[in-house]
């Protein structure tokens, strides 16, 4: 899997967009992108993911640059529950997953009121 | 659903104790896995399993078993504790729905070994 750059902490003000950068210069073709967070205390929260084009779910959106070497997270309104450590994990499909995640040190996200 | 579930969710054990961690989820999934979360450091994989009767180590294997008898359950047990096993345990599961590798974690188990 490829190796991932974070930036070890970010502070965003509250009902601002928060956006989490993402360097993987080595990400391979097959390779997706998935972002986790961790809330403190909590288990890993799934987030989104990609291959190729930008996603939007209901929590964030996640922007592939067109060479795939980096990408952003955007949570559009930062509230105070999204105070977390975020995860930029690249790895290829492998049916299912269970052989598990690599978890760098991410990127701690705080949300100033 | 109530997705993954734990227990204990904290435990205190003396050196050289046994006991099991217990971990189920109801959403079918084939694939589970056990974590451990050591402070201020990131997850790293004990046991997975993809599927029943069928499991493998992870980076962190020694002092822990696994075994998985039925889709839902997937007990890790600690043979003889040591303060070196002090940490926070997680357990994940995932499927192939929609061709991703999408893991479900829950809540933890804080294990204190004396």
């Known amino acids: 899997d490829a190796k991932t750059t974070q930036p070890p902490s970010m502070d965003c003000a509250e009902g601002r967009a928060a956006n989490l950068p993402c360097n993987h210069s080595?990400?391979?073709?097959?390779?997706?992108v998935y972002w986790y967070r961790q809330i403190h205390s909590q288990g890993p929260q799934y987030i989104i993911h990609?291959?190729?084009n930008n996603e939007t779910n209901e929590m964030a959106s996640l922007i592939i640059t067109e060479d795939r070497k980096s990408s952003t997270l955007i949570l559009p309104h930062a509230t105070l529950r999204d105070t977390a450590v975020y995860y930029c994990?690249?790895?290829?499909?492998?049916?299912?997953?269970?052989?598990?995640?690599?978890f760098g040190k991410g990127t701690h996200l705080i949300i100033q009121p | 659903n109530a997705g993954v579930t734990q227990t204990p969710k904290f435990q205190v054990l003396k050196t050289g104790q046994s006991m099991t961690l217990q971990c189920a989820q109801d959403?079918?999934?084939?694939?589970m896995s056990w974590y451990r979360q050591d402070p201020g450091m990131g997850l790293r994989l004990i046991h997975y399993?993809?599927?029943?009767?069928?499991?493998d180590q992870g980076e962190v294997p020694n002092g822990y078993n696994v075994s998985r008898s039925t889709t839902e359950d997937f007990p890790l047990r600690l043979l003889s504790a040591a303060p070196s096993q002090t940490s926070v345990y997680f357990c994940?599961?995932?499927?192939?729905?929609?061709?991703?590798?999408?893991?479900?974690f829950g809540p933890g188990t804080r294990l204190t070994v004396l």
């Open positions: 994990i690249v790895r290829l499909y492998r049916g299912g997953g269970a052989d598990g995640l690599t």
């Open positions: 399993s993809v599927g029943a009767g069928i499991t």
């Open positions: 080595t990400i391979s073709g097959n390779e997706y």
């Open positions: 959403m079918n999934h084939e694939y």
């Open positions: 994940a599961s995932s499927s192939t729905d929609r061709g991703t590798d999408t893991q479900y």
């Open positions: 990609g291959l190729k």
